[in-house]
T-cell receptor, first 113, second 114 residues
Framework: DVKVTQSSRYLVKRTGEKVFLECVQD?????MFWYRQDPGLGLRLIYF???????EKGDIPEGYSVSREKKERFSLILESASTNQTSMYLC????????????FGEGSWLTVV | AQSVTQPDIHITVSEGASLELRCNYS??????LFWYVQSPGQGLQLLLK??????LVQGIKGFEAEFKRSQSSFNLRKPSVHWSDAAEYFC????????????FGRGTSLIVHP
């Protein structure tokens, strides 16, 4: 089975802190995603990575950056956390493009105080 | 760009009753269509997907969905709901080309009464 692991399930950070959300997948997938999930808004794409060192902005990239130095790892970075970034963050991976299944991690709940 | 609408924010059904969750999409060609389920506090799990061919698609956990091109719809159905089906359901549409990045609907929360 595909395993997408988000190392931190619950985080509480202070406004202005730099926050790292880590995601690792174990199936050699080329594509990886970071989504943000908020009640009533569904999932919104923050960043997408086609492959190592390749990234593309999604629908809401402002305030976020990403890093993909190794194929299995995709990190989401909040350079200076703000309270409006309090949310559930979902990492996902997919084998190449086309309509292949996207596999999700269990999510990271981030609260910024 | 594609878009997807799930008109129902909440649906309440009794255990054993049938279920239909609605999904409408907007896209210029035939898209790739997906239904995902999210249990409380968990990530999303794929229920089923449609790319082409038979418009009635069978998925896991007894779910099925029907693609209707004329109505731009991809509704999810289950003949008899179990209490364990209570969850959030997301429809997603992806373009049939380019990056194939899916757009997700806002979700429908399913409540199951005993």
């Amino acid at each position: 089975d595909v395993k997408v692991t988000q190392s931190s399930r619950y985080l509480v950070k202070r406004t202005g802190e730099k926050v790292f959300l880590e995601c690792v997948q174990d199936m050699d997938h080329e594509n990886m995603f970071w989504y943000r999930q908020d009640p009533g808004l569904g999932l919104r794409l923050i960043y997408f990575s086609y492959d190592v060192k390749m990234k593309e902005k999604g629908d809401i990239p402002e305030g976020y950056s990403v890093s993909r130095e190794k194929k299995e790892r995709f990190s989401l970075i909040l350079e200076s956390a703000s309270t409006n970034q309090t949310s559930m963050y979902l990492c996902a991976s997919r084998l190449g493009a086309s309509g292949n299944t996207i596999y999700f991690g269990e999510g990271s709940w981030l609260t910024v105080v | 760009a594609q878009s997807v609408t799930q008109p129902d924010i909440h649906i309440t059904v009794s255990e054993g009753a049938s279920l239909e969750l609605r999904c409408n999409y907007s896209y210029g060609a035939t898209p790739y269509l997906f239904w995902y389920v999210q249990s409380p506090g968990q990530g999303l799990q794929l229920l089923l997907k449609y790319f082409s061919g038979d418009t009635l698609v069978q998925g896991i956990k007894g779910f099925e969905a029907e693609f209707k091109r004329s109505q731009s719809s991809f509704n999810l159905r289950k003949p008899s709901v179990h209490w364990s089906d209570a969850a959030e359901y997301f429809c997603a549409v992806a373009p049939s080309g380019g990056s194939y990045i899916p757009t997700f609907g806002r979700g429908t929360s399913l409540i199951v009464h005993p």
